[in-house]
């Protein structure tokens, strides 16, 4: 059996990232019209970019790739919650 690490006392289990650095988020909705609205307007960071990733096989869900660069901890995760919490979103990863 494979021992799982722990955290100690004094150790974060969070990964270190240096920033700035360029962050990728796979968003899966309903629409590319809606996931386009969504980051055109939360997305304030001078370059950005929004690709389609894939269409589930009924086509009732799209997935894009949105690719910049966050400057911050602070940012990557204020910009994901952004993403996941509109209502045309399904998932954020």
Do not use: F
């Not at 386009?36 to 096989?57: A, C, F, G, P, Q």
């Not at 894009?64 to 901890?73: G, K, Q, R």
């Amino acid at each position: 059996m494979k021992k799982i690490p722990t955290k100690s006392s004094g150790q974060s289990c969070k990964p270190k990232i240096d920033y700035p650095c360029t962050w990728q988020y796979k968003i899966i909705g309903e629409s590319a019209t809606a996931i386009t609205r969504l980051v055109k307007e939360h997305v304030h960071e001078k370059r950005y970019t929004l690709t389609d990733s894939n269409v589930s096989s009924g086509g009732r869900h799209i997935s894009m790739a949105l690719e910049l660069i966050v400057n911050s901890d602070e940012r990557r995760l204020e910009l994901y919650k952004l993403l996941a919490a509109d209502s045309s979103v399904k998932v954020v990863l």
